[in-house]
């Protein structure tokens, strides 16, 4: 944090110089502009609104510091990252239409009410044009609303339900990070390859909506290929010691445990899970297996050894190999000195294809960006071909597939690729009934 | 003269509800000091939704602190109130109609009806025993909202208003967009903007909504506090026995108060949803109950102003100082020198931005330490050295006996 | 028969974690009549104890290797711990192994040093102030001990493993002579348990049986009465205070293994502490202890699947059920004393 970065500094200084020069009429009301925060003077101001406090914390500082990279990158500094890698060439590393980006940050608090809160001084007090982060589905769900209320783009960062582009789909937002579904339509193969098609599951799931949407998708899948579903017990948001959810799943016949989980909940679990003997014990003449569908490798470090051989699915990892993720590891790790997470590479990415989908439109209205954004297809930006549906503003690319390392070579090495599951067999119909309920509406200009 | 016949309020109070008029009404001038593009900018506050939360919060505070003011009884789950008030208010807009009055008074019906059944089950308690049975009413309303009750609360995202919502009264006037919160027509979020010198002043239709229902709360507070209803609350406050031995039941007085707050509470939580259309069950957590209590003993518990002044306070750390990240700091401090710039922002962003949580607590820390009876009473002393650095002797202590803090008991076990 | 045996276990467990941290909590709540809100700060600094002896355990010096490459293709560095390299191989990765029972050792003086601190710089000033300066000023305080446990270990949960000695599971259920395979048991469960119970043994007897403790039991019944008859009950209170935190500290150190140590563990179990400590009853220790082990019981039993298919969610609430039962039925908590914060 207290690191000095010279060209950093130097954005910074002349960006504020050039935010001196806003300049206002006299009096107006909302409709002299043309849209919400219609950028007027040189300048174009984004907002990024992630956790910095609660349990995600780190994960919001860890997209804030993609965003900051990603800004740089679109002002013309430092190595350009996957600029040079993205299929589209409209930007020029001269900001956004020729503007210069400036950005304001909020902390979000994991909880709607202030993510809502932060998202709108943002909009009321910032003039910001486009909202962006978070790290969780209800939060990404809320702020989407807002934007949509507000006539300003919101692009998601890490959201996991499908219901951010399913039943609460809005016009105004978009969702790079791939979704249940999506996880389980990738991983139910692979863990029918491994562990065969003759298995019986046991979900604990956190009660809530996102942990609900999860243990559908992966209960259809992994059922659809032959698996049983013994018994399916939510658990409490935060319960700490999972114990007494653990210890019923040994009187059961069931031979995997799928812990529908995510960050503190999923650390807490998996490493009761393990401590209860769970890994040794053979069921059904089988070796039980316990699965972590939405891995994050940040929160992976919290349960330590007990990941080794947990297979799960992630979005992006930075081991990956293509051009793109390559740019993009080397440019985040120069200048912080660690690898990125899945939620600082989505968080980039949604960055860049927003000042991309604004420079082929030509204009900062929402609804221009939103016709610029349906149905683009682009490439080179991590995750292989992908395409960003018109229907409910989901990306649809490659899911990976991961497993925790046996053996780690250092404190960021702690997932390898298994599998790298193809767009086509996670890709869904619009109107596939996990999904239903909703309708994008038109898009707000405000 | 006015204050008298039409207000019912002796000429003190008139003044003191005037000021506190003329404040509200000025608010969005008032929080606006800075000139836009100037380097303090960040600190201005007038922007609708931080006026709007810190005069719902106002409410919100001084209701909770009938209740706790005046009876002494603490409530830790007020929250839980406020939370009904918002489900209830954004259940009326998707079904019956985006104008905020009836969303608001269902708000209040509703918060009014759940806090006299957990207010008539805790109040058969006194002291810590009342104030861990209201945390357990709420926290069991959070946990259940979160959950089992998603049907109803839409979990953990929150109750939102959907294109396919009923709401019969507006049906016919609808598009293919979300509608907004209005008041017959004349919507919530429109705002009118002014610049004069440099600064731009935001005039809302949601914040002047929010302050007209915020300056009758608190004119009806400041009835309540100097009703004959008020002297018995302070009654039960001070000795509850030897009310009991006058022949008077306290039971019906502080239920009544715990209504009261616990309508205010629902006011609160309408408004909320009357200005944004949301209702998460976060409001209900015990965080939330938590702040509205530090929000009255920081602003000073028992004093009309003073939760106000705490809930304005609170909203504005967190509101303000949680935005200044450390390009903001580096904008501030770009002409030190290179050294010495690194250790100030350093320091700094300790305190600002993902940081503002420290600054909280330090506050809280500093007002009670150094100013016990919260900032009212800091702002009483302040004005008395002023008025005695004028005067020199004035030998007249011109503390309002109404206005000051009411010693709690010693602490039990000493 | 099985379950309920195991949820037994489960709860007892949980119950004992309760326990502990609830009787810190009533030392200084319940008997000294502050409202503690940094209690549960104080327990979360006692399981970042185990953290911070694991990583100075782990301070290692880096040597360059060509051979292998970091994630940017530069030649990766390899790390030793120094203890390693002064102690020998075994020596060193057995002390990193034991880092949370040495952290115990380590933990006791600095928590009460944090104890004494905490009591003679801030609290002594609010023992005759109101309930509610003190909530804001413990709450004030446990912010700051929190932000600053984030800034130096970040947000996430901190992986603190139990030595490997006692990492599995063994078959508790055999032993008993029930099917194998149904009861298992973690090892370090055991140990927390039996740790929870030795440290409880030891407080009451401390209070019980020295004269110390007399004069402090005696000092919470007429703190009056007792100055005026010259013994410096001031001084008594702060080694309390001291000794509060440390039997939390050592709470949140021995806990780590089971729940990765993250900055806001304090504040999901201080809202818990409160309700077990009033649900004991205020004033009472051997309340504080069975309200904890009660309401663990009851929080395992009621995760059942049996119990939740017919009232679902109940495991998320029967804590405040329960509280609000037993508080109806009996004025004062389980074992609670008259006049002890009644008003």
Partial sequence: MSKTDLTRRGVLRTGAVAGAGLALPTIFTSGAHAFTNEPMGGTVTLGFNVPQSGAYADEGADELRAYQLAVEHLNGEGDGGMLNTFSSKTLEGNGILGKKVEFVTGDTQTKSDAARASAKSMIEKDGAVMITGGSSSGV?????????????????????????????????????????????????????????????????????????????????????????TVNKVRTPLGAGDFSSYITPVLQTDADVLILNHYGGDMVNSLTNAVQFGLREKMVNGKQFEIVVPLFSRLMARGAGENIKGILGSTNWHWSLTDEGSKAFVKSFGTKYGFPPSQAAHTCYV????????????????????????????????????????????????????????????????????????????????????????????????? | MLGKKILGLNKKDTRFLLIVIALTLLTPVLLQPFAEGSELAQFNGGYPDLMQKI?????????????????GYLSFGHAAFLGVGSYAAVWMMKLLTMNVIPAILLAMVVSGLFAAAIGFVSLRRSGIYFSILTLAFAQMSYKMAYSVLTPLTNGETGLQLSLDDPRVLDRAIEGSSLPVTNIFGLAMNASHKVEVLGRVFTFNVGYYFCAVIAVIAFYVAIRLFRSPFGMMLRAVKSNQQRMTYTGLDPKPYTLAAFVISGMYAGLAGGLLAAMDPLAGADRMLWTASGEVVIMTILGGAGTLMGPVLGAGVIKYLENIFSKINESVLHSWFHWLPDGIEDVVIWVFARFTGEGWHLTLGVTFMLVVTFLPGGLVEGLKRLSKRIREGKTKRDKYDGSDPEHHPAPTKRVAGE | METILLQLLNGLDKGSAYALIALGLTLIFGTLGVVNFAHGAIFMIGAFCAVTLSRLLNLSFETVDPEKLDFLGNPAKIKTPYVEAWFGHDFGHALIDWAVPLAILFSIPIMIAVGFIMERGLIKHFYKRPHADQILVTFGLAIVLQEVIKYFYGANPISTPAPDAFKGSFDFGAMLGFDPNVIIYPYWRLVYFLFAAVVIGAVFSFLRFTTFGMVVRAGM???????????????????????????????????????????????????????????GGMGSLPGAVAAGFLLGILESFSSMNAVKSILPGIDQIIIYVVAIIILLTRPRGLMGKKGVMED
């Fill in chain 3, 221 to 279: 019944a007429d703190r009056e009465t007792v100055g005026l008859l010259g013994i410096n009950i001031d001084r008594r209170f702060t080694i309390m205070f001291g000794l509060a935190a440390a039997v939390a500290g050592s709470a949140g150190v021995m806990y780590a293994p089971i729940l990765s140590p993250n900055y806001h563990m304090g504040m999901d179990f201080l809202v818990l502490c409160f309700v077990v400590v009033v649900v």
């Fill in chain 2, 55 to 71: 005069a719902i919060f106002g409410i919100f505070a001084v209701g909770f602190n009938i209740l706790f003011g005046l009876t």
């Fill in chain 1, 140 to 228: 990404a769900v809320a702020v989407q609303g807002l934007c949509q209320e507000a006539g300003v783009i919101f692009m998601s960062g890490l959201t996991h339900s499908n219901d951010t582009t399913g039943k609460d789909k809005k016009a105004n937002g978009f969702r790079h990070f791939f979704n249940a579904y999506m996880s389980g339509a990738a991983l139910a193969p692979v863990l029918a390859a491994r562990y065969g098609a003759d298995r019986k599951a046991y979900h604990l799931t956190a009660d809530y909506t996102w942990g609900w949407t999860q243990e559908e998708s992966i209960a259809a899948a992994t059922e659809a290929l032959g698996w049983e």
């Fill in chain 1, 350 to 446: 949604q960055t860049l294809l927003y000042a991309d989908a604004v420079a082929r439109a030509g204009s900062f209205n929402p609804c221009a960006v939103v016709e610029a954004l349906e149905g683009f297809e682009f490439d080179g930006l991590g995750n292989g071909k992908t395409l960003y549906r018109a229907e409910d503003h989901q990306c649809f690319k490659d899911v990976l597939v991961v497993r925790g390392k046996e053996n780690p070579t250092s404190e960021f090495d702690l997932l390898e690729i298994v599998e790298i599951t193809p767009a086509a067999q996670v890709t869904y119909p619009a109107d596939h009934p996990m999904f239903a309920g909703g309708a994008l509406g038109d898009c707000n200009a405000g």
